[in-house]
Nanobody
Framework: QVQLVESGGGLVQTGGSLRLSCAAS????????MAWFRQAPGKERELIAA????????YHADSVKGRFTISRDNYKNLVYLQMNNLKPEDTAVYYC???????????????????WGQGTQVTVSS
C-alpha cells in the first residue's frame, strides 16, 4: 500500500509562485510513475505533469509548459511541482497520484494511476 500526502498549496496573486510537495510512504520502492492532476469545481480532472522512473521520463501539459516543473527527490520519497507565473485559471485542487507499474513514458490517463492523495488547494487571485 502507498500513501500520498500533498502540501504547499495556498493563496497567491497572479504571477506568483508556489511549490507543491507530495510525500509518499509505504511500499514506494516500486512507484515508477507519479503525477500531478488538478480539478476545479464543476470541471474535469486534468493531468498537469508526470514523472516516471527508472525510465526518467517527464510530461508537462501544454497549458503549463514553461511555468510548471515536476521533479523527484528519491532519498526523501518526495515529488514536487514548482509552479511559476500562476494564473487565475490555475485555481484548483491539486492531487498527487502514483502507480507501481513500469512505464517507459509517463501515462497521461488518470486510470493509469492507482494511488491518490487527498489534494491541496491552490487559489490564484486576480
Amino acid at each position: 500500500q502507498v500513501q500520498l500526502v500533498e502540501s504547499g498549496g495556498g493563496l497567491v496573486q497572479t504571477g506568483g509562485s508556489l511549490r507543491l510537495s507530495c510525500a509518499a510512504s509505504g511500499r514506494t520502492f516500486s512507484t515508477y510513475a507519479m503525477a500531478w492532476f488538478r480539478q476545479a469545481p464543476g470541471k474535469e480532472r486534468e493531468l498537469i505533469a508526470a514523472i516516471t522512473w527508472p525510465s526518467h521520463g517527464t510530461y508537462h501539459a501544454d497549458s503549463v509548459k514553461g511555468r510548471f516543473t515536476i521533479s523527484r527527490d528519491n532519498y526523501k520519497n518526495l515529488v514536487y511541482l514548482q509552479m511559476n507565473n500562476l494564473k487565475p485559471e490555475d485555481t484548483a485542487v491539486y492531487y498527487c497520484a502514483a502507480d507501481l507499474t513500469f512505464w517507459n513514458t509517463p501515462p497521461t490517463s488518470g486510470e493509469s494511476y492507482y494511488y491518490w492523495g487527498q489534494g491541496t488547494q491552490v487559489t490564484v487571485s486576480s
